[in-house]
């Protein structure tokens, strides 16, 4: 029987508050509710009320530091050789621009590449660009090639990938660095012409650009808080954030909107949780710090940062972002972490009402909020569907009801899957994380051929699985929610976290896995590269082997200026303080070995022995971090263990 409060939940009132939150904006033409803006002001000011109307309790909005983005507005205009005016309206990334007619000179660089730059004078002008920042590289490449040339500011034009439902989509991402440079987006069908035009004229254009685009550093943001109080001070986190591009109706009203729905319904079907749920709507997670690749959610970084006492009694975390409405969807997938698969699958086949099958992802990834509140040592699920493509919708013009195929019925379906989720979660006594299956994944990632001497690792990781059966058993043991069991589950959070911030780390794109992973990756693409040279297949060795190893597919494609940029930006002593620090900090430059290899293929000329030698000398390095990398998991391991020794005390 599904549970008594599906009976109160009503999509109508979720579609209002959607509606509502979508009305506020920052720019007429285009939406915009970004991070500081009026806009987002606003947004917070209505939750605040709504979630105090709906009976919310201990309703607050937590002021935090974030860098802010308002976008009012953008547009060029310029001559067609008709002798007609034509005015684009532009989509802005995270970049400062005041523009009252100003008159700019446009051109056009292909893919924004260094060799697309070649023989053409772009310094003081804007630039236009093709990209696909799935396939190729994401805008702040783009972005920092165009300033490494000299040019005034960059126009791209999504001709794949993101935003791509219709050629008058535009669309919009995190700029992942500085605001220095006016960065634009122009639909692909406006481009057409603008190509046309341009080609037409020689090759340059005049326009003008009138445009409004403001980045402050630190500014606010508003989080919103409210709970629906419990018996005990452990509490259960239920989250989403309400900043959004455009006028987006997924991405994160729909969140937003359950979750207003769900806690509405709970509240009018009297529900009484054992655990606090605390509702914390974030702003500013779309973009929120400038000048870093780690730019996306600040609001809920500096939260928990501003609340580190959350970690001692936060239990478990739920995540609704986007993917909640569309009539497409065939399967509830939601992501979590390798040690709650097998707990959270169970719960969620068992919830009814659902009109969906219920399945699992892991690991966690590094793209929302929930990946601030695991490195509490809170464990987190997130929303997700099979069956939704909406890609070439996000964070664009696209992101409406209609290209979302919106469903009453999957909106309720949401509204009931992941509300039984929180009652079900509220009614464990301990968490449903068993390490025996992250240890398992562990042994699965130790790579013979690649790793060696791993006796030591793999004695830690046997020890530390002997100690986890234990803390399975001793879970089990725990009846109700009274100082032993909270107090076990206080401990429990201490593994949770050193396994997030310690034995977890990340890759130069975002992937999340064992520490160890990047160095054995690297290790096996080098031998397979050392390998296809010594074959005399250069091919193989520069497009399938070679680009996988750390930022050798950039080196490909970028000058060394850009390319240093952003490695200096992660690294070096332009990094800036972002829920990323520490999780890269070496890389693998064979930026010059790249070079010399695309340049012996381009002339059909021999590969130098030198490059040979540089490689080798490279994959000794990797093997040597890979082995020190090894040490510290097997450390790791060993404090990990203690730590759930101390979880049977």
């Known amino acids: 029987m599904a549970a008594e409060f599906t009976k109160y939940i009503d999509v109508n009132y979720a579609l209002g508050v959607m509606e509502k939150l979508i009305s506020f904006q920052s720019n007429p033409e285009l939406g915009y509710r970004t991070s500081g803006s009026a806009a987002e002001f606003a947004a917070a000011d209505y939750l605040y009320q709504e979630m105090k109307r709906i009976g919310l309790k201990n309703v607050h909005k937590d002021v935090v530091t974030v860098d802010n983005f308002e976008f009012k507005h953008a547009d060029l205009t310029y001559t067609m050789g008709s002798g007609l005016k034509k005015r684009v309206v532009l989509s802005a990334f995270q970049a400062n621009c005041l523009a009252e007619d100003q008159h700019i000179k446009i051109v056009y660089v292909g893919k924004g590449r260094d060799v697309d730059y070649e023989g053409v004078d772009v310094a003081g002008k804007f630039v236009l660009v093709d990209i696909d920042m799935m396939e190729d590289w994401f805008i702040y490449w783009a972005v920092g090639q165009a300033r490494t ?32 440079l006016p960065t634009f987006s122009m639909s692909v069908r406006e481009a057409k012409r603008l190509k046309a035009e341009l080609e037409a004229a020689g090759g340059e254009i005049e326009a003008v650009l009138n445009a409004d685009v403001r980045v402050t550093n630190n500014g606010i943001t508003h989080n919103v808080v409210g709970e629906i109080p419990g018996e005990v001070d452990e509490v259960i986190y239920f989250i989403g954030h309400y900043d959004g591009y455009f006028t987006a109706f997924s991405d994160n009203p729909s969140g937003i909107g359950c979750i207003l729905g769900i806690c509405r319904a709970f509240l ?13 709507m974030h702003g500013a997670e779309e973009w929120g710090i400038e000048g870093s690749r780690y730019d996306w959610a600040r609001g809920a970084t500096m939260e928990i940062r501003k609340h580190p006492e959350w970690a001692r009694n936060g239990f478990l975390l739920l995540n609704m972002d986007g993917n909640l409405i569309s009539g497409t969807a065939t399967k509830a997938v939601v992501r979590t972490s390798y040690e709650m698969v097998d707990g959270v699958q169970k719960i969620g086949e068992q919830i009814e009402g659902s009109i969906y099958p219920f399945g699992t992802m892991s690991p966690l990834w590094t793209w929302t909020e929930s990946y601030m509140y695991a490195m509490l040592g809170i464990p987190t699920v997130e929303t997700g569907y099979e069956g939704v493509y909406f890609w070439d919708s996000y964070h664009s013009t696209a992101d409406t009801r209609e290209a979302n195929d919106y469903s009453d019925e999957a909106f309720f379906s949401s509204h009931v899957l992941y509300g039984s989720l929180l009652q079900e979660f509220d009614k464990l006594d301990t968490r449903p994380v068993d390490f025996t299956a992250l240890l398992d994944k562990l042994t699965e990632s130790i790579e013979h051929e690649y790793m060696k001497d791993t006796e030591k690792l793999e004695a830690a990781v046997a020890k530390a699985r002997a100690a986890a059966v234990k803390v399975n058993e001793k879970a089990a043991s725990l009846k109700g929610l009274g100082e032993d069991t909270r107090t076990f589950n206080t401990k429990l959070s201490r593994v949770c976290a050193k396994v997030v911030n310690d034995l977890f780390g990340l890759d130069w794109y975002e992937n999340y896995d064992f520490i160890h992973a990047r160095n054995r990756n690297n290790v096996k693409l080098l031998e397979a590269v050392l390998a296809d040279l010594e074959a005399g297949d250069l091919d193989k060795a520069i497009d399938e082997d070679l680009r996988g190893v750390d930022l050798c597919w950039y080196a490909y494609n970028f000058d060394r200026e850009t390319y240093d940029f952003f490695v200096d930006q992660v690294i070096g002593d332009s990094m800036v303080d972002t829920w990323a620090v520490g999780k890269v900090n070496t890389i693998t430059d064979l930026y010059d070995t790249c070079r010399v290899l695309l340049k012996a293929r381009a002339e059909g000329t021999p590969v130098p022995e030198c490059v040979v030698a540089k490689l080798s000398e490279e994959l000794e390095k990797q093997r040597e971090e890979l082995l020190a990398k090894q040490e510290r998991e097997a450390a790791l391991l060993e404090e990990m263990t203690v730590l759930m020794e101390d979880c049977l005390a």
């Open 149 to 180: 040339k000299k040019a005034a500011g960059i126009i791209v034009v999504q001709v794949g990938g993101y935003a791509t439902y219709t050629e008058d989509t535009l669309g919009v991402q995190d700029v992942s660095t500085l605001a220095d």
């Open 268 to 280: 009018a079907s009297g529900y009484k949780p054992r655990r606090t749920i605390r509702v914390v």
